[in-house]
């Protein structure tokens, strides 16, 4: 146990307090304590991956005596003994930047001594020291406690491996950057990482030490860095982004330079009917959002511009008209629907969003583009649906038969039936001559609240269909599939899945947005297991897939099926 004695002469209370505490720290932990109470949204594997080239290497706390001698003579007090200092190259440079003043005034030193972690390896404690700092710098230092953090050294990784260890830090919203540097003193570059949500650890801030200088890891690690300020003004912005990428989808900017990279912006002008001067401020914009970047004197397409091409394999170019265009205008009125609980597209727009699209072809077709691009996203689904034995596969509400043709084309021997509303199944037709499975498909008008769904199906598909509906409306849609489907018949449901913690997600975004649109919601699985159940169904299984979504295999419960006479 620590001792707790009177602080020497130099030194306060308040920071021989905060140097003991990180020195008990040290004695309790060790690299895997470190990471449970730092990264606790850490699969198991993700966990292992990271403790395999990392170890718990120092705890930090910055203090402000009056004398660097005080530091030393306090760590005397804990039977530490301190190496010779060094300069902080990194710490200055964020206090200066934090705190708007010179470098030169922030002549921060660093004293370092051996502590025996909870697991016997010896680790550090790394005290930063500022005398006779500025009293501002100090309130606001000691009120945030923003320079304290724990460490983690790696062995010598390649940028590969490192570029790894960002990823499973920063992966599903665990961490954030938040700043770093390179220090020539110790020919090492730190990467420092920030908590997002609630920790039980008391330090908010972890800190990658790997040996060497690694400039295009820290580069990259610095672009993500941003103060809080500069973060809020970017979110703030969003609705420009929004406009910006669907401006460039409508106008063809992304079709004309996929057809000829490196186009100059007075020929895209020419052929896009646009003004240059405005047209060159839009491509600047776009250069920032990473969506393309300079070729010779014009422009070409980044792998995520190539998304807005009409021709992409995986064009998103519908999506982006799409909330562009009636949900940016709908989400304008989201304060409506969070005051009143009721939908802002109906309010805006005068009548319900199915109305709204099913009233011109031309909205319709734009919606049903944008909704076979989404199923584009999934890929093959083949590898992830059990066909077994199966002959037939039912997808209920469809749409133009996007998934379905997907489905089909990776499985010869199947056979496919659409259910969907009759102003929608022309499209499907369409969609299933150019997968070349149209003599497998047969089309079925009809509706899942007044229609009997086809009871021919081994497999059943229901993608993206619940989240647009309340919960009693999802009952009857799970009932009605369940009354069609046989003792034997699997169900897949195609959703996004709410997170189980605060980790960051595209799903909380969606939520928002069914909220806004349609009046439905994104549920959690168990939320869709409590409604499988109410229609006689269990979720056996889940795979993920891209972009939040997850494929939850339904099928009767067990000995309560109907027969297979079904």
Not at 235 to 242: D, F, I, P, R, V
Not at 253 to 270: F, M, N, S, Y
């Amino acid at each position: 146990m620590t001792r707790s004695l009177a602080a020497p002469v130099g030194i306060d209370t308040n920071d021989r307090e905060r140097i003991e505490a990180t020195v008990d720290f040290i004695r309790t932990h060790d690299t895997d304590g470190v990471l449970a109470a730092m990264v606790p949204d850490l699969t198991a594997a993700d966990h292992a991956a990271i403790a395999e080239h990392c170890r718990f290497a120092h705890a930090a706390v910055l203090v402000f005596p009056s004398e660097l001698s005080a530091v030393a003579a306090t760590l005397e007090t804990f039977d530490l003994v301190a190496s010779a200092n060094q300069p902080s190259t990194v710490v200055r440079g964020r206090l200066a930047l934090r705190h708007g003043l010179s470098e030169d005034r922030l002549p921060v030193q660093i004293l370092r001594a051996r502590v025996g972690a909870a697991d016997g390896t010896l680790c550090e404690i790394e005290v930063f020291v500022l005398v006779d700092a500025p009293p501002k710098v100090v309130a606001a230092e000691r009120a945030t406690a923003a320079e304290a953090h724990l460490a983690l050294d790696t062995g010598p990784v390649d940028d590969l491996t490192l570029t790894g260890l960002r990823a499973l830090f920063t992966g599903a919203g665990k961490l954030r950057a938040d700043g770093g540097g390179y220090s020539p003193h110790e020919d090492s570059t730190v990467l420092y990482f920030a908590c997002i949500g609630t920790r039980t650890c008391s330090y908010r801030r972890l800190e990658l030490r790997v040996p060497g200088h690694r400039p295009h890891v820290l580069s990259t690690h610095l672009d993500e860095s941003e103060d809080p300020a500069h973060r809020l003004l970017r979110q703030l912005t969003g609705a420009w982004t929004t406009q910006a990428l669907a401006v460039a989808a409508d106008l063809g900017i992304a079709d004309r330079l996929a057809a000829t990279p490196g186009l100059p912006v007075a020929e895209l002008a020419a052929q896009t009917g646009t003004d240059c001067a405005a047209l060159t401020r839009l491509m600047r914009y776009l250069v920032d959002l990473e969506v393309v970047q300079t070729h010779d004197a014009g422009y070409e397409l980044t792998d995520t511009g190539a998304l807005l091409a009409r021709e992409s394999d995986r064009t998103l170019r519908s999506i982006a008209s799409l909330y562009g265009g009636a949900f940016y205008e709908s989400f304008g009125a989201l304060g409506f629907a969070i005051r009143t609980g009721t939908t802002a597209f109906d309010h805006h727009f005068g009548r319900h969003h199915f109305d709204y699209f099913a009233a011109e072809p031309e909205r319709a077709a734009l919606f049903d583009s944008a909704m076979a691009a989404s199923a584009a996203i999934f890929g093959q689904l083949g590898h992830l649906i059990d066909t077994t034995s199966a002959t037939t596969v039912v997808d209920v509400g469809g749409g133009s038969g996007e998934l379905l043709a997907r489905v089909l084309s990776g499985k010869p021997g199947l056979r496919g039936i659409l259910f969907e509303r009759d102003s929608t199944l022309d499209r499907a037709r369409a969609t299933f001559a150019e997968a070349d499975c149209a003599s497998r498909c047969d089309l079925v008008g009809g509706d899942f609240f007044t229609t009997d769904v086809p009871s021919e199906g081994d497999i059943y598909l229901l993608s993206r269909v619940l989240h647009d509906w309340n919960d009693d409306d999802c009952r009857t849609i799970l009932r009605s599939c369940a009354a069609a489907m046989s003792a034997h018949a699997r169900l897949y449901v195609i959703e996004r899945l709410l997170p189980k913690s605060s980790s960051r997600s595209l799903v909380p975004a969606w939520d928002l947005h069914m909220l806004c649109n349609v009046g439905g919601r994104e549920r959690s699985r168990d939320h869709y297991g409590a409604l499988a159940a109410s229609a006689g169904l269990e979720v056996v299984g889940a795979d993920a897939l891209p972009l939040g979504f997850a494929m939850l295999c339904v099928r009767h419960v067990t000995g309560c099926g109907p027969s297979d006479e079904n």
